[in-house]
């Protein structure tokens, strides 16, 4: 029996959730994506689209309100620390459950102190993602989304963890899904 969490952390087109779904699939473990967003809309009381518009990507108010915040202990939190505080309960209440793979939102730092966690990031060159996000988004220019994902996802993941998103020493593995394919990071995470 598969005994670890899988995390993985991934760049917007990379395939990243693809991934992350067969693999927990291959291993008979569940995938925590989506769901995640609708347990943090309950703990947190807020809105299911609003958690899907703000849960890995930091809003523009968020950091400047975070750091008033500090300085007036009476404030209230911001919006974002609220869905970030739900998020790491729901995330903890997931892994406790057992072997599961958990796609993005920071788990691979809030998981950190556990030794059963293996933290995976996937990454593409962006002739790939662009080719990618093209077939999901056809109306949409792909480089420009592409980029604009990437970088609220750094901003949210450095606000929260303190560390570079992507940065592979923070991670056990990182693969490049336009070079092996989807099914090939898998298999090579599916045999490690």
């Known amino acids: 029996m598969y005994d670890k969490i899988i995390t993985i952390g991934r760049e917007f087109g990379s395939g990243g959730r693809e991934i992350g779904e067969k693999l927990a699939k291959k291993l008979g473990v569940p995938c925590y994506d989506k ?42 939190m911001t919006k974002d620390d609220i869905i970030w505080h739900a998020q790491v309960k729901v995330i903890n209440q997931l892994a406790e459950k057992g072997p599961c793979v958990i796609v993005g939102r920071c788990a691979d730092y809030i998981l950190r102190e556990r030794n059963d966690v293996f933290n995976v990031f996937i990454y593409s060159d962006m002739d790939k993602r662009k080719e990618r996000i093209a077939k999901l988004y056809p109306d949409i220019a792909p480089e420009k989304l592409i980029k604009e994902k990437d970088k609220k996802r750094a901003a949210y993941y450095q606000h929260f963890t303190e560390m570079e998103w992507g940065e592979a020493r923070h991670y056990d593995i990182c693969l490049n899904s336009g070079a092996l394919g989807i099914d090939e990071c898998v298999k090579v995470l599916s045999d490690l």
């Open 35 to 76: 769901e995640i967003v609708e347990q943090v809309a309950i703990e947190s009381g807020l809105l299911k689209e609003e958690i899907e518009k703000k849960g890995e990507y930091l809003s523009a108010s968020g950091k400047m309100s975070t750091i008033f915040t500090l300085y007036n202990l009476y404030s209230n």
